[in-house]
């Protein structure tokens, strides 16, 4: 007997409210279970059914109504010497409400400003409500010559907020917030291109 078996999926509609006021993150949990198949044809006639491992989902409803948490994407970076310009990428993530600017500033470590690679020494990413991502760019020096790695640095500094008078719930609010890693390495290696060169 031949058994024609069909791929299918279903969705669980979930309506999300969303309120004008701000709150912390809320979640909730979806379990599926008792599962029962039953002929097309024939409500009385059951096939053997059962609960797939993943069977438990928690849903995450982040408020859209917080300014956000600005941070890098991770504590290092490593980039090519002939990369051209470098993009450092400042993330906003939790929220993107409001107009947010955020300050920062660039310090040398073995690489030097001038010769290694540049960039103002300070400046400021202007988040528009929304915006969920900015660039800093840095130039990279290529002067054609070996050397070691090298590394500076960029700091993240305190986000200034432009809609200071957002309240919510319990007298708390959404304002903008720093994320996980402040302070991000920048390593600048040697093109392998040029190391191979010079072997």
Not at 96 to 118: C, F, H, Q, S, W
Not at 168 to 179: Q, T
């Amino acid at each position: 007997m031949e058994h024609t078996v069909i791929n299918s999926s279903l969705s669980v509609p979930i309506q999300i409210i969303d309120n004008e006021k701000y709150e912390t993150d809320q979640k909730f949990h979806v379990h599926i279970y008792q599962a029962k198949a039953v002929s097309a044809n024939d409500a009385d006639k059951e096939y053997p059914a059962t609960v797939g491992v993943a069977s438990d989902a928690t849903i995450i409803i982040v408020d859209d109504d917080h300014a956000g948490a600005f941070s890098f994407a991770s504590e290092v970076f490593k980039v090519t010497e002939n990369i051209g310009t470098f993009k450092l990428k400042v993330n906003r993530t939790r929220g993107a409400r409001g107009n947010v600017n955020i300050p920062y500033t660039i310090t040398e470590g073995t690489a030097k400003l001038g010769i290694d690679m540049e960039a103002a020494t300070s400046g400021t990413l202007n988040f528009k409500d929304g915006v969920t991502s900015m660039d800093i760019p840095i130039k990279i020096i290529n002067d054609d010559k070996y050397e070691k790695a090298e590394d500076f640095f960029v700091f993240l500094g305190d986000p200034i907020w432009q809609n200071s008078n957002q309240k919510g719930e319990n007298e708390a609010d959404g304002k903008p917030i720093l994320g996980a890693h402040v302070r991000a390495k920048i390593i600048v290696t040697e093109d392998q291109e040029f190391k191979v060169s010079c072997l």
